[in-house]
Each structure stands twice: as C-alpha cells, then as structure tokens.
C-alpha cells in the first residue's frame, strides 16, 4: 500500500511542477498560433520525439505509450514508470525578405504508469494540447485625401494562453494477442487576443479589440493492439485508435474600444455561447520489430476539424463581432515514419544497449488563412536513449532528440517558421513492487 500512496504523491507534486513551468513559458511566438486554438503540439513521448511521434503501435513492459492506451496492458509486474519531458528550440521567421529569431522552452509533459494486476496496466499524466504566443506590428502608410500630407497606420498584435489535459488511462489484454485501452482526460485553458490599430495623425480616433474565451471540456479516446509474431524473432503489431468529438458549450467575448490619446470614447461587448467543438480523431499504425533490435514503424493519423465550430471575428469599419463558423478549420492529416537501433540488447557493455533512432513525418494545417489552407509541416528528427546504470538502477533512461521542423506556406510570400529544437525525456524506471520474501 505504501508504494500505490508513493506512486500518486510523485504524480501529485510533478503534475504542481509541470502547470507552473507551463504558464511561466508560452514556447510559441509564432504569428500562426493567431488562427483557432493556438498551435498544435507534439503528442510524441521520450521514447518516440526522435522517431517522429511513431506509437500507435508500440508497447512493451518498460515503455509509457500514451498515444495508444492499449499499450499500458504490457506493463511490466513489478515496475512504476515516471516519463517527463522538455523542450528547448531556437525558432526562425522569415517573410518578404525579412527575418527574426527566438528561443524558447516548454514542458512537453509528465506522466506515470503502472500495472494493476497482469495484463492490466493504469496510467494518468499531463499535457500541453495548445499554445497561444505572439506579438508583432505592421505599419501601413495611407495616401493623402484631405491635402494634409500622408498618414501612417500601425497595427499591432498580441495573444497568449493555451489549452492542457490532464488523462487517466486503463489498458487491458483480453486474451494473449488483442488488447484495448482508454484515456480518460479534462481539458482546460484559455487565449486571449488583442489588437489595435493608431495613427500618426492623433485627431484619428484609435481602435482596440480584446477577444478571449475559456475552454473546460472532458476527452475520450480509445486504443486497440493486435500483436502478431511470425517465426522466432518477429513481431508485428497493429495499433488503432480513435477520440471522440463533441460540441463545447464555453463561450468567447469581444471587447471592441473606440480611443483617443488618453481615454476610451466609445465600447461594446459580444458573447458567443456553445462556440466551439473538439474534433473526431482516428489513427492506424503497424510497428515491425526484429529480434528486439530494429523496430520500424508508420503511423497515420486524422483529426476531423472540418465542420467544427469556432467563434470567428466578422468587422467592418462600423461594427464588428463573433460570429460561429463551421468553415474556419480543415481536416488535419499526420504521416510520421520512425525506426529504431538497439546493437545488441543483451550485451554487457554499455553501447550494447543505446538506442540509435530517426524519423520523418508531414502534417496538414487545421487551420486557414484569410480562406486558405495554412502551412505545411515537415520534420526530420534524430536521437538516442541512453541507459541510465548505477548501483541503484539500470533500467531507467535518458531520452534525446534533435528536430528540425519546417512550416511551408503555400504562397512564397507568406510566413515561414524553421525550428531547431532540442528535446529531453527523463523514462524512470523503478522497482517499486518487488514482494520481499524472508528464508
């Protein structure tokens, strides 16, 4: 009983940790992070950020995989898992012959499992969905009209917030090949998004809008795993899954303010109720492993935006409001490739058993902009686990990886982002309920 109450008051204060690195750092500034709930972010674990996010199909009785519930079945007897993970990424931004940079850091997630009993594995954690972060200004000159000479219109723009989850997750083996799993999940945050437009003349009246909104919602999602060995050294294993989608009664605000230098002469309020929608997800993968050495996966996966609602701004130079659209997001398609070394895993040295690891994958925007399709994602990652020996534990594992992503728009003249970042997952792996036996 003491090593369940140890296990949960580790969550507890990681999960106290994980909330507070998370609002003390955005990890965004991107311009893109402006369209629907922010910008996406990876899903992957320390065991797959360099293979792509590759895990529908994967499992084992030392690996977290929260990406299929299914997985937590294999969970070895007498073992907790505690999984955290970090990033830190150096972003580039180039438009119109123009460029910037930034760097960042976010906690990508913390997370623990255990099993239960055999065949039945429990696992609960945390997350980042979404991230709000941005803040940029352009300046546009205005012809002369009134023969008082030109005028200058500068606009600026700011936003911040975001969306996390917190999971609950039960994987079971129904019989030796087939398993199923669930997460159960909450999700909260909130964004907000400002923008004003001044002008050099000071007699023109300046114009702010603030729109924000809340969001608390609950998350289903289901995972199934079929492992099939053929010959004496391999296995294939198919991986699906799927999450529900469902209406969001939470509602957005737009705060439209008509100022001059010093006060505001003029505001309204909008409120949009049942403004948004979380979408259907599907996924299928197929992950081949040879003699516990090479493993090589392929995932797809599809999130059902189209049709789903969101509160869209809709202005004019005499009013504006929020407006619920259905055509605001497309569906996003994700194809990751990853595959995975291991020289020899029961070798006594201790190169015999680093983990050498790579991956691509491609990713459709879920978004648009001003009516089009958003950006392109392509990524390329490399890595390792390296196992963590001591006199204490050998089982544990230090995960790295590298990843260059690229954000293409479909106009050359359009935004585009280049991140290099580094990944680090800490998979702590702790004999925790080992049954004592007195001779």
């Known amino acids: 009983m ?32 402006r369209y629907g709930w922010g910008q996406m972010q990876d899903d992957a674990q320390g065991f797959n950020k360099s293979m792509a996010g590759v895990a529908l199909g994967a499992r084992g009785k030392w690996l977290l995989n929260r990406q299929n519930p299914a997985s937590y079945s294999a969970i070895d007897s007498i073992t907790f898992l505690f999984d955290a993970g970090l990033s830190m990424q150096n972003g580039h931004w180039s438009e119109s012959g123009k460029s ?11 997370e623990c499992a255990f099993r239960l009993r055999k065949g039945i594995g429990l696992s609960l954690g945390m997350r980042p969905i979404t991230i709000v972060g941005y803040n940029f200004s352009n300046e546009q000159t205005l012809p002369d009209i009134d023969g008082y000479g030109e005028y200058t219109a500068t606009t600026s723009y700011e936003g911040n917030g975001g969306t996390r989850q917190v999971y609950l997750g039960l994987g079971i083996q129904l019989f030796k090949p087939l398993s199923l799993g669930f997460n159960a999940g909450y999700i909260w945050g909130d964004y907000t998004h400002n923008s004003a437009i001044s002008y050099s003349e000071t007699s023109i009246h300046s114009l702010a809008r603030a729109y924000s909104a809340t969001i608390n919602t609950w998350s289903l999602d289901f995972g199934l795993q079929y492992a099939l060995p053929f010959g004496k050294k391999d296995m294939l294993t198919l991986g699906l899954t799927y999450g529900l989608g469902h209406k969001i009664n939470d509602q957005a605000v737009l705060i439209n303010q008509i100022k001059t230098s010093s006060s505001v002469i003029g505001a309204d309020t909008t409120r949009v109720k049942k403004a948004f929608e979380l979408p259907q997800n599907l996924g299928a993968g197929l992950t081949y492993n040879h003699d516990g050495r090479l493993t090589v996966a392929i995932d797809y996966t599809l999130q059902k935006w189209d049709r789903c609602r969101m509160p ?26 990853g595959c995975e070394y291991i020289p020899k895993p029961d070798g006594i040295k201790f190169t015999d058993h680093i983990a050498y690891r790579a991956g691509v994958s491609y990713t459709t925007s879920y978004f648009k902009v001003n009516g089009s399709s ?7 990652t490399l890595g390792a686990g390296i196992p963590i020996v001591n006199s204490y534990n050998n089982r544990s594992t230090l995960n790295l990886a590298l990843q260059w992503e690229h954000l293409a728009p479909g106009s050359a003249s359009t935004l585009k982002e280049d991140y290099l970042r580094l990944a680090v997952g800490l998979t702590f792996n702790a004999n925790w309920f080992n049954k004592w036996k007195i001779e």
């Open 100 to 110: 910037t940079n930034a760097l960042n850091a976010t906690l990508d997630y913390v």
């Open 374 to 380: 958003g950006p392109k994602d392509y990524l390329v």
């Open 312 to 337: 869209v701004l809709t202005a004019d130079n005499a009013s504006a409001s929020y407006q619920v659209s259905t055509t605001a997001f497309k569906d996003r398609h994700h194809v990751a490739l």
């Open 2 to 33: 003491k090593a369940y109450n140890r296990t949960l008051l580790t969550l507890i204060l990681a999960c106290s940790v994980g909330t507070t690195t998370y609002a003390q750092s955005s990890g965004s500034n991107s311009p893109y992070s």
